[in-house]
């Protein structure tokens, strides 16, 4: 038993380690770049697609702070899936309200049935655009838009072989709901390692209009259930680059139960699985680390059960290095993160006690959820259910408008 215990111990510090690194690298985003902002009087054209199916709570101040943006030359584009959307009255309002006529609605024409609605919408609203759109913003309906924030997102278009520029997700844990708690520490997790295999976040993202073109990445989307990662399969073979900047963090406050969370970090998952080229590595990492955790947590007891307590010692020694690792991870990212959003002159927040305790849990939660994206061969999401054939076909089981009834728990990305 005491082998077992050395075992396991040496996996979940090596993967301690390992994880700290990841923070320290992510933190790196943070720091201040030399990047030129371009010059607002030449400024490119920027075309803003949101993406709109369902009331978001966050929605009205999502376009509120699109509509208002600092940058001189860009207009908003809203994709609707059905004409009769709930949150068009909204729309409507808000763009009446702040005389935004820069904004323009439009209604997907052509359903395509292979891809997921959002990736339809994009599509079709990228096509549409002239030349003189220089780069395309994508945003998700939960992320409340800062005065500069397309402003710090172009600007390192202007480097060589960029084609793209990231934020970062990040989720407040404004409740201390188990939901909300595994979420927000299981996105902790994810953003570093997002960062550490080149993963990029749609929900606050630039492309450029040439490297779309180049990169056939349209051609991808008709065939995918994401945007975000399917980016990394477009941009290899060209070299072209993701550059992920820390100053465009954007954090959601919005609340998730348990089953919208587990949901949430699944599809996260299975859109890893179908669309990044190294699936293998995040896979066999979460489950050799998970498992090596549960290792030592069990021997722990059973281990003082029999009164083992060299096994014992090695096993609880390995769980509190582990936890408190991890619990100064997530103080630093935090640190940075808060310091960042009370500059913009946003409200800070206080993590929860109970977060930490959740701690262990999470990382059962996202084996969980490892081993259900593994296999699933059907994802609901919005109230649309996708059947997954392989990375590249996937079909619409039938197609529905969206209602508070059909559509999954909360504004899940």
Same mark, same amino acid.
């Given at each position: 038993?005491?082998?077992?215990?050395?075992?396991?111990?040496?996996?979940?510090?090596?993967?301690?380690?390992?994880?700290?690194?990841?923070?320290?690298?992510?933190?790196?985003?943070?720091?201040?770049?030399?990047?030129?902002?371009?010059?607002?009087?030449?400024?490119?054209?920027?075309?803003?697609?949101?993406?709109?199916?369902?009331?978001?709570?966050?929605?009205?101040?999502?376009?509120?702070?699109?509509?208002?943006?600092?940058?001189?030359?860009?207009?908003?584009?809203?994709?609707?899936?059905?004409?009769?959307?709930?949150?068009?009255?909204?729309?409507?309002?808000?763009?009446?309200?702040?005389?935004?006529?820069?904004?323009?609605?439009?209604?997907?024409?052509?359903?395509?049935?292979?891809?997921?609605?959002?990736?339809?919408?994009?599509?079709?609203?990228?096509?549409?655009?002239?030349?003189?759109?220089?780069?395309?913003?994508?945003?998700?309906?939960?992320?409340?838009?800062?005065?500069?924030?397309?402003?710090?997102?172009?600007?390192?278009?202007?480097?060589?072989?960029?084609?793209?520029?990231?934020?970062?997700?990040?989720?407040?844990?404004?409740?201390?709901?188990?939901?909300t708690l595994i979420r927000y520490l299981w996105n902790a997790g994810a953003v570093t390692q997002m960062a550490a295999f080149g993963i990029p976040w749609a929900g606050s993202l630039v492309l450029s209009r040439d490297a779309i073109r180049r990169s056939g990445l349209l051609e991808i989307w008709r065939h @995918?259930?994401?945007?975000?990662?399917?980016?990394?399969?477009? !941009?290899?073979? =060209? +070299?072209?680059?993701?550059?992920? *900047?820390? %100053?465009?963090?954007?954090?959601?406050?919005?609340?998730?139960?348990?089953?919208?969370?587990?949901?949430?970090?699944?599809?996260?998952?299975?859109?890893?699985?179908?669309?990044?080229?190294?699936?293998?590595?995040?896979?066999?990492?979460?489950?050799?680390?998970?498992?090596?955790?549960?290792?030592?947590?069990?021997?722990?007891?059973?281990?003082?059960?029999?009164?083992?307590?060299?096994? @014992?010692?090695?096993?609880?020694?390995?769980?509190?290095?582990? !936890?408190?690792? =991890? +619990?100064?991870?997530?103080?630093? *990212?935090? %640190?940075?993160?808060?310091?960042?959003?009370?500059?913009?002159?946003?409200?800070?927040?206080?993590?929860?006690?109970?977060?930490?305790?959740?701690?262990?849990?999470?990382?059962?939660?996202?084996?969980?959820?490892?081993?259900?994206?593994?296999?699933?061969?059907?994802?609901?999401?919005?109230?649309?259910?996708?059947?997954?054939?392989?990375?590249?076909?996937?079909?619409?089981?039938?197609?529905?408008?969206?209602?508070?009834?059909?559509?999954?728990?909360?504004?899940?990305?």
């Open positions: 038993m005491f082998i077992v215990a050395a075992a396991s111990s040496f996996i979940v510090i090596a993967a301690l380690l390992i994880q700290l690194i990841w923070v320290r690298r992510f933190l790196q985003l943070y720091k201040p770049r030399s990047i030129v902002q371009f010059d607002q009087a030449s400024a490119p054209k920027i075309a803003i697609i949101l993406c709109v199916r369902g009331v978001d709570p966050s929605l009205e101040s999502c376009l509120r702070g699109i509509f208002t943006q600092k940058y001189s030359n860009y207009d908003v584009k809203i994709m609707l899936d059905h004409p009769d959307d709930p949150a068009r009255p909204l729309i409507e309002r808000v763009i009446v309200e702040l005389g935004a006529n820069h904004a323009s609605i439009h209604v997907v024409a052509n359903r395509l049935g292979t891809c997921a609605l959002k990736l339809n919408a994009l599509v079709e609203a990228i096509e549409s655009l002239d030349d003189s759109y220089r780069a395309v913003a994508l945003i998700d309906a939960d992320v409340q838009a800062y005065p500069e924030w397309l402003q710090d997102l172009t600007a390192p278009l202007s480097e060589p072989g960029v084609g793209g520029v990231n934020g970062v997700r990040w989720f407040v844990p404004m409740a201390n709901n188990p939901g @995918a259930l994401c945007d975000d990662v399917s980016i990394v399969q477009a !941009f290899a073979p =060209l +070299s072209l680059r993701m550059v992920p *900047i820390g %100053r465009v963090t954007m954090t959601c406050r919005e609340t998730v139960s348990w089953l919208g969370c587990f949901q949430f970090v699944t599809r996260q998952l299975l859109v890893a699985r179908l669309h990044h080229p190294r699936w293998r590595s995040i896979l066999a990492f979460g489950v050799l680390v998970s498992l090596a955790l549960l290792a030592s947590l069990t021997l722990a007891v059973v281990a003082i059960l029999t009164r083992s307590w060299n096994v @014992a010692i090695v096993s609880l020694s390995t769980l509190i290095v582990d !936890f408190v690792g =991890l +619990s100064i991870g997530l103080w630093a *990212i935090e %640190r940075y993160i808060q310091s960042l959003q009370v500059a913009r002159g946003q409200p800070g927040w206080r993590v929860p006690w109970q977060a930490f305790a959740c701690l262990p849990f999470a990382q059962i939660f996202h084996l969980a959820a490892l081993i259900a994206a593994s296999c699933m061969p059907r994802v609901t999401w919005r109230g649309i259910t996708y059947e997954i054939r392989g990375p590249s076909d996937v079909r619409v089981v039938e197609y529905r408008p969206f209602s508070p009834t059909t559509g999954d728990d909360a504004s899940l990305i």
